[in-house]
């Protein structure tokens, strides 16, 4: 299996809540996740793949390298969203999608 990491941007967390909401009948195992974080932190996202790997049946070492990998070679973007998430306030946390 194949794993890919995004961030996505920056989300009120009310809006993010109601989007994993809805999203919650329509998740089939080993499907794709949306997670959101309070930090945009290399190590934040990976617990939070580390979290939703289980039920998903995922490769937790295969979908962490992922995550790796996109910081690695993302660092322009990942600067950029770590300023959305500074500028949005606590209010407000980065969408992923694993």
């Not at 195992?29 to 580390?50: M, N, P, W």
Request: charged fraction near 15%.
């Amino acid at each position: 299996m194949a794993y890919s990491f995004n961030l996505l941007g920056i989300s009120p967390i009310l809006d993010f809540f109601s989007h994993q909401q809805n999203r919650q009948g329509h998740i089939a195992q080993g499907g794709a996740a949306y997670v959101g974080t309070h930090e945009c932190k290399l190590d934040t996202f990976i617990r939070s793949v580390e979290e939703v790997s289980p039920p998903r049946g995922w490769n937790l070492d295969q979908a962490v390298d992922a995550v790796i990998q996109y910081w690695m070679t993302n660092e322009g973007y990942v600067r950029h969203w770590q300023q959305r998430l500074q500028d949005a306030g606590q209010e407000s946390l980065p969408k992923i999608w694993v």
